[in-house]
């Protein structure tokens, strides 16, 4: 049975890799035909090595399986309680459920100065330096772009998940779970949408919030029963925050208004300026933002719960998250939509 396990785990592995691998070969050699990718060029040196990782972790994972000690570790207690509950739900575990515990690669986020869009996107090497990643957000600046170098806590491209490997628990289900289900996506019309813009074949950004607000959702409410189920009578260390009456969330969505306002009229350096005042009030308050521009607006308007979103998707989600008879009725029925204007649609009936 372990047998079959580790080699359905490396099947699948070869499946998501070629998906992934041989479309964004394609379309790096049509990047390298247009002008217009220059930050591309300029962001290559930093980039991951998806297929290297791969093969690296594909060739190790029938060993890392058989390892007797393996069978108490973290990562293995994890994959078999979300497969618990997964299966409490009726959810099907396909692909396997596996992730490895170690740090995420990086994300490389573009958006143009004068609106805010997801308008570019690279997957940056693991290991990178605060100073390097300013240097290369320096340069991509200079072309009159915004850019953002973010710090994942979880990267679903690869098999297995890459999941951070020094977050509280809760957050550690959470985002494996979550990592998984884009997996679970890819062999559907939505996820399969998802993978086609993210190399670059398709351009929709609503496919790319309801795939991002999907998998939070039901990630969310997998992880609160795991949790449940396996550590109710356990805590994870809180990490103190501002006990004032600062509330984040209605200060970053007015954040995001007024940037919205500015940009709308034109006044970029006055959106930058108000940017980099209001950052400073966030880390004043604990919270630790590194660089608050349209490129980290761009970034956080994918997920349709952040406070930094506009995207009216996550409403739309939990109204037809309520209205379902189940999890698994809710997350096949959005797993199969194609479009925003589908979503809409259901929730007329």
């Not at 594909?58 to 990562?75: C, V």
């Not at 309680?81 to 396997?96: E, H």
């Not at 550690?172 to 890819?186: G, V």
Request: hydrophobic letters at 40%; charged letters at 25%; a negative charge.
């Amino acid at each position: 049975m372990r047998n079959l396990h580790w080699r359905t785990a490396v099947l699948t592995g070869i499946i998501i890799t070629l998906l992934i691998a041989i479309p964004l070969a394609a379309v790096d050699i049509a990047h390298k035909k247009s002008s217009c990718h220059q930050w591309q060029e300029i962001a290559k040196p930093y980039a991951f090595n998806l297929a290297s990782w791969e093969l690296h972790t594909l060739s190790h994972l029938p060993q890392e399986i058989f390892r007797r000690k393996d069978k108490t570790t973290q990562a293995r207690i994890l994959r078999r309680q979300i497969g618990s509950v997964l299966a409490d739900n009726g959810i099907i575990r396909f692909p396997p459920i596996a992730f490895s515990l170690e740090k995420p690669p990086h994300l490389l986020v573009i958006s143009p100065r004068d609106k805010i869009a997801y308008s570019g996107r690279m997957m940056l090497r693991q290991e990178l330096s605060i100073e390097e990643m300013e240097k290369l957000e320096i340069r991509l600046d200079e072309l009159g772009l915004s850019s953002l170098v973010v710090e994942l806590g979880g990267f679903g491209a690869t098999y297995p998940p890459i999941i951070g490997d020094n977050m509280a628990l809760s957050y550690t289900i959470n985002t494996a779970t979550e990592e998984w289900l884009h997996q679970y996506l890819a062999f559907r019309p939505l996820g399969f949408l998802y993978l086609l813009d993210s190399i670059g074949i398709t351009d929709n950004t609503d496919v790319i919030t309801m795939n991002e607000t999907l998998a939070g959702m039901v990630s969310r409410e997998i992880g609160s029963q795991v949790y449940a189920k396996y550590y109710k009578k356990q805590e994870d260390t809180k990490v103190s925050q501002d006990t004032s009456e600062f509330d984040f969330d209605a200060e970053m969505r007015e954040t995001r208004k007024i940037v919205d306002q500015y940009l709308s009229q034109g006044k970029i350096e006055e959106a930058e300026h108000y940017m980099e005042e209001r950052r400073g009030k966030f880390v004043a308050h604990g919270y630790y933002i590194r660089k608050l521009n349209q490129a980290y607006f761009a970034f956080h308007s994918i997920y349709g719960h952040d406070p930094a979103s506009t995207s009216p998707i996550y409403e739309d989600l939990q109204q037809l998250r309520d209205q379902s008879p189940s999890l698994k009725y809710f997350l096949n029925k959005v797993a199969s939509m194609r479009s925003y204007a589908e979503l809409d649609e259901a929730l007329k009936y």
